[in-house]
């Protein structure tokens, strides 16, 4: 099955900074990458997403990039600001399959 | 409306208790699943039900009872659980079939298992 990889396990940044955070997943047959914001007391929500057939996908202050040779991608949200504080997951998935395979997490803090 | 609903928010329970968990959304969405989470963990996928049908049990305990009696409701019925089994448990629905459909979330149950 699918293993996906997630770096680093937390994360502190200072605010107007910018925040990576990597993944890397082993199965070559997943072609759909979603990247999931979890704040405290509440579900997962979806912030951004990748399908295989794109290298980079941008909203705002939020961008992923995927590289499929390498089997990796990343999550980076530039001028971090407090609100940002969560726990963030990756997954991946192939599009015709329910599950997704999560990442471990990282715990991103953003200090004022 | 893009809510996924979930009752109780928090439950205390016994081993020789039978109780519910219940989710409600009404997007539309055919596709509706059940997650445990365990603390400072990634969700862990339970089951799918694809237009009110079971389509994936990933090889839970029989004392964990899915139904979806319409294609807005879902259940969980808990029975004979171990306080291993507290946890955060997570309902989402998608669109359709497959990982291509965004799973909205909800706030999950907290279940403490005395």
């Known amino acids: 099955g699918e293993n996906v990889e997630q770096h680093p396990s937390t994360l502190s940044v200072q605010e107007g900074d910018s925040a990576v955070i990597k993944c890397t997943y082993s199965d070559s047959a997943s072609n759909y990458f979603p990247w999931y914001k979890q704040e405290l007391g509440k579900g997962p929500q979806l912030i951004i997403d990748i399908r295989s057939n794109v290298g980079e996908k941008k909203d705002q202050r939020i961008a992923v990039t995927l590289n499929k040779t390498a089997k990796h991608f990343s999550l980076h949200i530039t001028e971090t600001q407090p609100e940002d504080s969560a726990v963030y997951f990756c997954a991946a998935a192939r599009s015709n399959d329910y599950k997704l395979s999560f990442g471990a997490g990282t715990t991103v803090t953003v200090r004022a | ?114």
């Open chain 2, 1 to 114: 409306d893009t809510e996924v609903t979930q009752t109780p928010k928090h439950l205390v329970m016994g081993m020789t208790n039978k109780k519910s968990l219940k989710c409600e959304q009404h997007m539309g969405h055919r596709a509706m699943y059940w997650y445990k989470q365990k603390a400072k963990k990634p969700p862990e996928l339970m089951f799918v039900y694809s237009y009110e049908k079971l389509s994936i049990n990933e090889s839970v305990p029989s004392r964990f009872s899915p139904e979806c009696p319409n294609s807005s409701l879902l259940n969980l019925h808990l029975h004979a659980l171990q306080p291993e089994d507290s946890a955060l448990y997570l309902c989402a629905s998608s669109q359709g079939q497959g990982a291509r459909d965004e799973q909205y979330f909800g706030p999950g149950t907290r279940l403490t298992v005395t």
